[in-house]
């Protein structure tokens, strides 16, 4: 039943968000006394509709947009022979017709914000859940579990202000960051001063310092066949103690798990309100290790980089690196440094193709440079696990499952216990291997050059010696922000977020074109509602806050110069304006044209995005 009434709450706020924005276009047109034929909410055919004044008011099936229909909007469009055409009003009044719906969103979002705190917000703390490997935070001895107390003497009150803070400014920007640190053993605090420097680090998609958020020791996802299930932790256990050590992060779970010696530990936990012990004996765990690896893939290319000149791209896979075919991602860090500084590192690549062209194999010989602290020789890309068709085995460890079934550095998996089977990744492979060979022996189909193989593969588990949570996932912590009853504080507040949101949203703009943000950290209307699922269990208040973010990120983005945007409609005026007439209609049909197909091309690219998120990780 709660999700259900999520479902209404985040259609009534997208439906909101959308009438506001028609309403300015409607408003505005009226007291200018353009004519209105059709207002509509939505697109495709009406679920119902209505006439008044002269107006046709419609409610259509796709909830995903609406529009104004203004009667003549060019001197040759149909309609322009009307008194009331909107052509006829002066460049001004159009402007203005343009821009309301842009206003009246940035209006919404002001409303949300106020409101929002009044009835309640919850948010991430300011605490660090964990630190990004080689980040200025770790530089910075920067630790989970402290709070961020200031940042450029700028008060935090949630783990969003640290990230708006750092996003507002471009990679390279000094920030004086004050922290509170428990004294261990004590009870007591302390507080740190840190100065650090933001970067775009490979893999992250805008300007970091490198804290992650904290997480709550609940237990919101699990891997059937990981030690976290195989220890009888379930979705929804709450862990309160380690060991009889009290826990409130999930950090502080691993933290305590690492610290232990090998052997049996005891896990306090809370489920369905019955507190619970859990003696985890390792020795009787499992871990389910394929003994094979997918190749590696390029992650990422950095800027400037030697693979970057060498015409290396994101998405590349690597066949060959040197004298190594199939490198595992340790193989090609030896290759790197083998070659040395000034060296050359030889690379055979495949390139996936896209629709209708074909994938290639391409090569690329990149120089070998070190690091920006002179440390470690590289090419400059950041490496992963290439998941994709077609699935070829990089790597099988010695006396392994894999090798023990025959199986080779290069062969491409063709299915998996039937010919007709194959599953649509790598993590599909991982589970019917595991779910249908720990009896018997499961065949596997295989191309090795140009012959087809049929192998029996059989997993062996391998005992743990320590306990960890791998293959679990922990929930988000929220805590409850002060309430603000107060309405010239609320006002305050709500003028101050939508400033904020504002410049901030402008910011990431600027820094896409500048290439510091990647566009990958744009999303969709999949992660739109994604996200307000996840945040509508957090109170209606917390709720109205993000739906506040995102009517500011729709108003700046609608007022963007670019057709068929509001913000396009505006730049025509300005031409107008400028050249004395308007811009002639076959030229203004075929940018108008051209940007749509813009337009849809970039909602089909954050549709896959978003889709491709949610598969990663839930798979």
């Known amino acids: 039943m709660p999700n259900i009434l999520y479902i209404i709450e985040i259609a009534v706020a997208l439906g909101l968000i959308i009438f506001v924005h028609e309403l300015g276009h409607f408003l505005a047109a009226k007291r200018f006394g353009v004519r209105v034929p059709r207002f509509a909410i939505g697109f495709g055919p009406p679920i119902f509709r209505w006439n008044r004044g002269g107006t046709e008011y419609s409610l259509r099936c796709i909830p995903l947009g609406g529009f104004v229909e203004l009667a003549g909007e060019h001197p040759e469009a ?61 530089e910075a001895d920067i630790r989970p579990g402290d709070r961020i107390v200031s940042i450029n003497d700028a008060s935090i009150q949630s783990f969003e202000d640290i990230v708006a803070a750092v996003h507002l ?7 004086r960051l004050v922290l509170s640190r428990g004294v261990e053993g004590s009870g007591e605090t302390q507080r740190l001063a840190k100065t650090l420097v933001s970067e775009r680090l490979p893999g992250s998609y805008a300007p970091m310092i490198g804290v992650r958020p904290p997480v709550e020791p609940v237990i919101a996802g699990v891997l059937d066949v990981s030690a976290a299930a195989q220890a009888g932790l379930r979705e929804g256990d709450r862990i309160l103690a380690v060991e009889g050590t009290s826990v409130e992060r999930w950090d502080q779970v691993e933290s305590l798990l690492d610290s232990l ?91 996936p193709g896209w629709l209708w062209f074909p994938g290639r194999t391409i090569e690329a010989v990149p120089a070998v440079t070190l690091d920006k602290k002179g440390q470690q020789p590289i090419i400059g890309i950041l490496m992963g696990f290439d998941a994709r068709r077609p699935f070829c085995v990089a790597y099988a460890e010695e006396g392994g499952s894999a090798a023990e079934a025959g199986l080779e550095r290069g062969d491409e998996i063709l299915w998996v216990s039937e010919r007709d089977e194959c599953p649509s990744d790598w993590n599909g492979i991982y589970r019917l291997l595991v779910e249908e060979s720990l009896d018997e022996p499961v065949a596997i189909g295989i191309r090795r050059g140009s012959e087809e193989k049929t192998l029996f593969y059989q997993l062996k588990p391998k005992p743990l010696e320590r306990f960890t949570l791998a293959g679990a996932a922990g929930e988000p912590l929220y805590v409850s922000l002060p309430r603000i009853m107060n309405p010239l504080k609320a006002v305050t507040r709500g003028i101050n977020r939508t ?107 954050l549709m896959w995005q978003d889709i491709g998120r949610l598969m990663t990780r839930y798979l």
Request: with cysteine; charged share 20%; glycine share 12%.
């Open 499 to 605: 400033v904020l949101w504002l410049k901030r949203v402008y910011a990431n703009i600027a820094q896409m074109i500048r290439g510091e943000v990647s566009p990958k950290a744009m999303g969709g209307p999949v992660l739109i509602v994604a996200a307000s699922l996840e945040i509508a269990s957090q109170g209606l208040g917390t709720l109205m806050e993000l739906w506040g973010m995102l009517a500011v990120c729709i108003a700046v983005v609608n007022f963007l110069p670019v057709p068929p945007l509001d913000g396009g409609h505006v730049l025509f005026l300005v031409i107008e304006k400028i050249k004395g007439s308007p811009v002639g209609m076959k030229v203004r049909n075929a940018i108008w044209a051209a940007g749509w197909m813009g337009v849809l091309v970039l909602f089909a690219f």
């Open 261 to 351: 010696p090998a052997g049996p530990v005891e896990l306090t936990v809370v489920r369905d309100g019955e507190r619970k012990v859990l003696g985890v004996d390792p020795a009787e765990l499992f871990e389910y290790d394929l003994g094979m690896e997918p190749p590696t893939m390029v992650g990422e290319v950095l800027d400037e980089a030697p693979a970057a000149k060498a015409g290396v791209k994101s998405g590349d896979r690597i066949i060959k690196a040197g004298d190594v075919e199939w490198p595992a991602l340790e193989e090609l860090q030896d290759v790197v440094r083998e070659a040395g500084v000034g060296g050359k590192v030889p690379l055979r690549l495949y390139r």
């Open 169 to 175: 400014r471009n990679a390279g920007t000094e920030f």
């Open 78 to 138: 149909e309609g322009a022979d009307d008194p009331r055409a909107m052509w006829r009003r002066p460049p001004w009044q159009r402007a203005v017709v343009f821009s309301a719906g842009v206003v009246m969103n940035v209006g919404l979002a002001l409303v949300l914000f106020i409101v929002a705190p009044m009835l309640g917000i919850r948010a991430a703390p300011p605490i660090v859940g964990g630190v990004v490997p080689g980040s200025p935070a770790q």
